[in-house]
């Protein structure tokens, strides 16, 4: 099994600045997933982190207004930039472990 | 690439009524398929998942669903909808090689009516 920790579980953010999100998981993993769930919609993929080469970011999303880190096979941080209102989502960092996916707890971000 | 279709944004039952929801994929090699379910403020729960064996999935909370593959199909079904069942419902879709992401539908809302 693998058992994610992300935090901030929750954040209240300024138009301008920027939110860096972690996401711990308690064994090594290959890739680790980053999703977006705006209000009332479904999940959306951000971006494929893989250590040690740069995120594979899906369409629609940018390294420079979501930049990733992977410095290790159990840590990941997302960052959201130069935020706006319509950044205000749920962000969750995921893994795929031997066939079984787990989720994080998510960060609820709300941009004012 | 793979995709999830998931038919009725809103589906509204009677208590003790048979839940369906319904989900089609497309996918170009032979699939994993999920159904999360999300209650009001809370994350996502596995409710079950297919991955190549039986066809005929059973879940937590009374819930299961069959893969048709020459329907492309993985509908989720109760036989009798509780009103702790109102949630939003998700359908996914990976492929089987492990450390790929999910693709999810775009969700149905659930309402059980007393």
């Known amino acids: 099994s693998a058992v994610i920790s992300q935090k901030p579980s929750r954040d209240i953010c300024q138009r301008g600045t920027s939110l860096t999100i972690q996401c711990q998981v308690d064994?090594?993993?290959?890739?680790m997933f980053w999703y977006r769930q705006q209000p009332g919609q479904s999940l959306t993929l951000i971006a494929t982190?893989?250590?040690?080469?740069?995120?594979?970011?899906e369409s629609g999303f940018v390294i420079d207004k979501f930049p990733i880190s992977r410095p290790n096979l159990t840590f990941s941080t997302l960052t959201v930039s130069n935020m706006s209102p319509e950044d205000s989502s749920i962000y969750l960092c995921?893994?795929?472990?031997?066939?079984?996916?787990?989720f994080g707890a998510g960060t609820r971000l709300s941009v004012l | 690439a793979q995709s999830v279709t998931q038919l009725g944004s809103h589906v509204s039952v009677s208590e003790g009524a048979l839940v369906l929801l319904r989900c089609n994929y497309s996918?170009?090699?032979?699939?994993?398929l999920f159904w999360y379910v999300q209650y009001p403020n809370q994350g996502l729960q596995l409710l079950l998942k297919?991955?190549?064996?039986?066809?005929l999935v059973k879940g937590i909370n009374g819930f299961e669903a069959e893969f048709k593959k020459s329907e492309t199909s993985f509908h989720l079904t109760k036989p009798s909808a509780h009103m702790s069942d109102a949630a939003e419902y998700f359908c996914?879709?990976?492929?089987?090689?492990?450390?790929?992401?999910?693709?999810f539908g775009k969700g149905t809302r659930l309402s059980v009516i007393a």
């Open positions: 995921s893994v795929d472990k031997f066939g079984q996916v787990y």
């Open positions: 297919y991955t190549s064996a039986a066809t």
């Open positions: 982190a893989n250590q040690g080469s740069e995120a594979t970011y």
């Open positions: 064994s090594q993993v290959t890739m």
């Open positions: 996914a879709v990976s492929d089987n090689s492990g450390n790929t992401p999910l693709v």
């Open positions: 996918s170009s090699v032979p699939p994993y």
